[in-house]
């Protein structure tokens, strides 16, 4: 069955980095698109970015653009976001996505915590 | 700026009640439309893609009506584990946009 597994969250000072990871399995990593989609505590959905299959298309919120990178390795079956410049409003759960008709989801993770904080 | 509007907020329901939810677009989105059911705690889990087609393994009280701008979400009987948060979801082009979301609670 399809599973997608995030890890890297943690707590983090404003201005810090991390990376996130979501292993895959259960599928052919290597034809689906991924995204990364972010809540914030007690808030709504927020979608973060999305890669191709191949690793070329990529498209960001604007509210994470140029601080953030999507990005894949197809032969760890993995998917990664490196979070730089780091903001209190960045703080959220971060799920990892299956593609599903180039926008929609049909799997998700369980998701990693990211905290910004002092 | 592509906005999807949902209403309402919050839905006071019984169990074995109708429920309802509208979803709104600021442009005509055909039927690029999906919904999301999410509960504390969970990861969602997709209902309905292309405004009425229900996914894999959705119960049959689960549908989806609309295009263009004006979508719903249909629960005809709720049962107690469909008491959520719901959030629609548009495709066809970035940034991909959700809904604010619709909590159905007990009443």
């Known amino acids: 069955q399809v599973q997608l597994v995030e890890s890297g969250g943690g707590v983090v000072q404003p201005g810090g980095s991390l990376r996130l990871s979501c292993a895959a399995s259960?599928?052919?990593?290597?034809?689906?698109?991924m995204h990364w989609v972010r809540q914030a505590p007690g808030r709504g959905l927020e979608w973060v970015a999305v890669i191709g299959h191949d690793g070329n298309s990529i498209y960001y919120a604007e509210s994470v653009k140029g601080r953030f990178t999507i990005s894949r390795d197809n032969s760890k079956n993995t998917l990664y976001l490196q979070l730089n410049s780091l903001r209190a409003e960045d703080t959220a759960m971060y799920f990892c996505?299956?593609?599903?008709?180039?926008?929609?989801?049909?799997?998700w993770g369980q998701g990693t915590l990211v905290t910004v904080s002092s | 700026e592509f906005v999807l509007t949902q209403s309402p907020a919050t839905l006071s329901l019984s169990p074995g009640e109708r429920a309802t939810l509208s979803c709104r677009a600021s442009q005509n989105l055909g039927s690029f439309l999906a919904w999301y059911q999410q509960k504390p705690g969970q990861a969602p889990r997709l209902l309905i893609y292309?405004?009425?087609n229900r996914a894999t393994g959705i119960p049959a009280r689960f549908s989806g009506s609309g295009s263009g701008t004006d979508f719903t979400l249909t629960i005809s009987s709720l049962e107690p584990e469909d008491f959520a948060v719901y959030y629609c979801q548009r495709r066809g082009s970035w940034p991909v946009t959700f809904g604010q979301g619709t909590k159905v609670e007990i009443k």
């Open positions: 292309g405004a009425s």
């Open positions: 259960g599928f052919n990593f290597n034809v689906f698109g």
């Open positions: 996505a299956r593609d599903f008709n180039i926008g929609w989801v049909d799997y």
